[in-house]
C-alpha cells in the first residue's frame, strides 16, 4: 500500500512540474507580446510626436493613415449608434459630441489596435489549429471594432448626461466589458470539442 502513495505522490509532482513549466512559458510569451507591442510603438512613433522627429518618418506616416482610418470607422460607426438613439451628433473627424454639448476626442490610443494586437497574438499562441487561428483572428477583429463603435458611443453620452461617471467609465468599466467579451470569446474558441 505505501507504494501506491509513493507512485501517485511522484506522478503529482511531475504533473505539477508540467503545469508550472507550462504556465512560465505562457507568461514568457505574454511578456514577448506585451514588449514586441512596445516595439512597434517605438518604431512607428507615438501620435504627440511630428512624423519628422519620429524614428521612421514614411512607416509613421503609413502607420497614421491606417489609424485615421480606423478613426473614421469609430467615429461615424458611434455616430450612427447615437443617431439610431435620438441623438443629433456633430462630428469633427477627432471629436464626436452629441450637438451642442460636450464632446469625446478620439486619440491613437483609443482605437483599438493595441487591443487587436494582443488578441491576434494570444490566439497566435494558442494550440488551436491554423484554420481555427485564421477564424478567430478574422472574427475577433470585427468584435473590437464594433465593441469599440458602441464604447465609444456610450462615453459621447456619459459625458453629456453622467459627466461624473466619465474617468470610472472610460478606465475601467469599459474596459472591463471589452476585456470580459474577449476573454469569453477566447475561452469559446479554446475550449475542448
Given at each position: 500500500m505505501p507504494a501506491f502513495f509513493i507512485l501517485l505522490f511522484s506522478d503529482m509532482s511531475r504533473q505539477q512540474t508540467k503545469n508550472v513549466k507550462d504556465l512560465s512559458l505562457f507568461l514568457l510569451q505574454l511578456l514577448a507580446i506585451w514588449l514586441s507591442w512596445k516595439g512597434i510603438v517605438?518604431?512607428?512613433?507615438?501620435?504627440?510626436?511630428p512624423l519628422e522627429e519620429r524614428l521612421f518618418p514614411?512607416?509613421?506616416?503609413?502607420?497614421?493613415?491606417?489609424?485615421?482610418?480606423?478613426?473614421?470607422?469609430?467615429?461615424?460607426?458611434?455616430?450612427?449608434?447615437?443617431?439610431?438613439?435620438?441623438?443629433?451628433?456633430?462630428?469633427?473627424?477627432?471629436?464626436?459630441?452629441?450637438?451642442?454639448?460636450?464632446?469625446?476626442?478620439l486619440g491613437n490610443y483609443c482605437l483599438g489596435f493595441q487591443l487587436i494586437y494582443y488578441f491576434s497574438m494570444l490566439i497566435f499562441i494558442s494550440d488551436l489549429s491554423n484554420t481555427r487561428k485564421l477564424f478567430a483572428i478574422v472574427?475577433?477583429?470585427?468584435?473590437?471594432?464594433?465593441?469599440?463603435?458602441?464604447?465609444?458611443?456610450?462615453?459621447?453620452?456619459?459625458?453629456?448626461?453622467?459627466?461624473?461617471?466619465?474617468?470610472?467609465?472610460?478606465?475601467?468599466?469599459?474596459?472591463?466589458?471589452?476585456?470580459?467579451?474577449?476573454?469569453?470569446?477566447?475561452?469559446?474558441?479554446?475550449?475542448?470539442?
Open positions: 517605438y518604431i512607428t512613433g507615438e501620435e504627440r510626436i514614411r512607416l509613421s506616416e503609413q502607420w497614421e493613415a491606417l489609424n485615421n482610418a480606423m478613426r473614421w470607422v469609430v467615429l461615424n460607426g458611434s455616430e450612427k449608434v447615437l443617431n439610431i438613439g435620438g441623438y443629433a451628433t456633430e462630428n469633427t473627424g477627432y471629436v464626436l459630441r452629441i450637438k451642442d454639448r460636450h464632446g469625446v476626442g472574427t475577433g477583429i470585427p468584435i473590437v471594432v464594433c465593441l469599440n463603435i458602441c464604447r465609444f458611443a456610450a462615453l459621447c453620452y456619459i459625458t453629456v448626461y453622467h459627466h461624473h461617471l466619465m474617468k470610472f467609465s472610460h478606465e475601467y468599466f469599459f474596459s472591463a466589458i471589452v476585456l470580459g467579451v474577449l476573454m469569453l470569446y477566447y475561452l469559446f474558441l479554446i475550449r475542448k470539442t
